[in-house]
């Protein structure tokens, strides 16, 4: 491409500087050094796939980001901001990120609901009168609820195309369209339907709860106390040199795209921001996880953050690849308030939401349980981000750093391990009869359970009592016991008494091999 080389010469320069920014001396977050070591090495490798991406799809400029734990640890920005002077793209650049604005709505209305001023069950209807006179699609048919808004649970039809090109419209003819009605196109509450409408309605029940138009509420409540100085929802107001002007490749050429001013559907796709703001912003995204005793700073509760990043609406299955050697993956996705959640054989919770319109496309993706994220930014027509985030993970995966988050056990459960590891290395009635539920002998007698246990410790031998512990949950974990003829795999739960106490136990021998990786587990 005819600006390739100010691509790369502004990438290898950002490089640096985006590092110093991030603190890239030490270690982000709580990750080790090691991890974040080899992430970082696998910086250049996540370049080279977002620049071949660039050049194949014609992008005039793009900016992308890596989080880990919450924090920018690498950025860089290839091409140009607009075609006439040639800017070049920095961190500093202004996109706009067309329906990642749902998560911001989202926050809103969460916020409001954790202030005690509205209810995610309440009807729509009492915060936008108009909705009053709708006609549903059976009479059986639930009134439309917050919830079903958040979640595209409405009924209201997929609405893409015609979304896009409604971010003009003013407050006084958004309210002739929603006197005019809506169709549907299913009954609410029963199936997955993408609606900008909706989340434009959602911005309107902002307004009518806060007392304050959408943009001002959303600035002074999430923007600033994240420090996003960059981030608005208007074009006029982001000086002309830190613009991206968006485009669409057409006729073998770039032909601009106009941009929308803000009106009443910007809840739902107008907001604009610069990597660094979106950094900001993703990284309160992630800080939700896990859940733990830290102070809960905001300017949104953790737990709140936690709640988006839930399935609230399941979508349909899909099963990819098995063409040209490439594994089958079973997806199974699903919408959560203003943000998508899916698995894959990989990842068991991926929280991601896109960004398209006429001019643009943006993403912005992460691993919940291992703390790593991409964000990425380009003005290009709905600049499709999925396949070079999916290979920038392949990247970070093949390094070996992209490791679970394991839960913490709870004192209660340390305790059993320890008791269930003497148990096992020299059975004692006593031990056993304190450490179990009521249940326990009663699924399966004490004898029994003895003599299984006595049985492969005469095969086995001696047994140490170290191992990894492999936490599921504050009350549910396994280990492996070496032995001096092999291994014991050890599994326990507690139940649901105080103190909790050993419900299920299992020691089976240790498979010679590890088992297979069972998807999305």
């Known amino acids: 491409m005819t600006h390739q080389s100010t691509r790369r ?13 991030a603190g890239a001396t030490g270690t982000a977050g709580q990750a080790p050094l090691d991890r974040m070591a080899r992430l970082r090495a696998a910086m250049p490798r996540v370049d080279t796939v977002f620049e071949d991406f660039a050049e194949r799809s014609r992008i005039p400029g793009l ?5 880990v734990d919450g924090r920018l640890i690498h950025t860089n920005a290839i091409g140009v901001s607009e075609l006439t002077d040639k800017s070049p793209v920095t961190p500093d650049t202004v996109f706009r990120i067309a329906s990642m604005t749902k998560s911001f709505t989202a926050l809103s209305i969460l916020k409001l609901r954790d202030e005690g001023k509205l209810s995610l069950d309440d009807p729509a209807g009492k915060y936008v009168p108009e909705l009053a006179t709708l006609t549903y699609p059976t009479t059986d048919s639930p009134k439309i609820t917050i919830r079903h808004l958040l979640s595209h649970s409405t009924g209201f039809p997929e609405d893409n195309p015609w979304g896009d090109q409604q971010l003009s419209v003013t407050d006084d003819q958004f309210t002739t369209m929603l006197k005019g009605g809506i169709p549907f196109s299913t009954s609410p509450g029963t199936n997955y339907e993408y609606s900008n409408y909706g989340f434009a309605i959602l911005g309107r029940v902002v307004m009518r709860v806060s007392g304050r138009p959408y943009a001002e509420y959303v600035r ?3 923007l600033q106390p994240l420090g996003m100085t960059a981030t608005t929802l208007e074009p006029a107001s982001v000086p002309r040199m830190r613009l991206a002007l968006g485009y669409r490749w057409e006729d ?19 907001m604009l921001t610069s990597t660094r703001d979106l950094a900001r912003y993703v990284g309160f995204l992630m800080s939700a996880w896990p859940a733990r005793d830290d102070p809960d700073e905001g300017p949104v509760r953790r737990s709140s953050l936690r709640e988006m990043q839930q399935p609230a609406r399941w979508r349909p299955a899909v099963v990819s690849g098995g063409a040209d050697g490439r594994p089958v993956q079973l997806n199974s996705s699903a919408y959560g308030y203003g943000l998508g959640i899916r698995q894959s054989c990989d990842f068991r919770r991926i929280v991601s939401h896109s960004g398209g319109l006429p001019g643009f496309g ?15 930014m380009g003005n290009l027509t709905y600049t499709g981000w999925s396949g070079v985030f999916d290979a920038a993970t392949e990247v970070l995966r093949s390094t070996g750093a992209l490791t679970r988050r ?8 340390l305790s059993a391990k320890a008791d269930v590891t003497s148990l096992v290395n020299q059975w004692d009635d006593g031990l056993a009869d304190r450490i179990a539920a009521v249940n326990l002998f009663l699924d ?22 170290g191992g990894d512990f492999d936490v599921e949950n504050a009350l549910r974990g396994q280990w492996t016991m070496t032995c001096e003829r092999g291994s014991l795999r050890v599994a326990i739960t507690l139940a649901p008494t105080m103190p909790p106490s050993v419900q299920y136990l299992s020691v089976r021998p240790a498979p010679s091999e590890p088992a297979a990786a069972v998807c999305g587990g």
Do not use: H
């Not at 010469?9 to 920014?21: K, Y």
């Not at 900016?63 to 989080?67: A, D, P």
């Not at 770039?254 to 910007?266: S, Y």
């Open 220 to 222: 002074d409540n999430i």
């Open 406 to 413: 394991q839960p913490e056990p709870s004192a209660a459960l």
């Open 444 to 465: 399966q007698s004490k004898e029994r359970r003895r003599n299984q246990i006595v049985g492969l410790k005469e095969q086995v031998g001696a047994c140490k009592a």
């Open 63 to 67: 900016t992308y980001g890596v989080l």
């Open 252 to 270: 073998n050429q770039w032909k601009e795209e106009p941009q929308l001013p803000d009106g009443a559907f910007g809840s739902m796709g107008g």
């Open 362 to 376: 943006s993403q912005m993706r992460w691993l919940a349980d291992e703390g790593v994220g991409l964000i990425a």
């Open 9 to 21: 010469s502004v990438s290898r320069w950002l490089i640096g500087a985006a590092l110093l920014l």
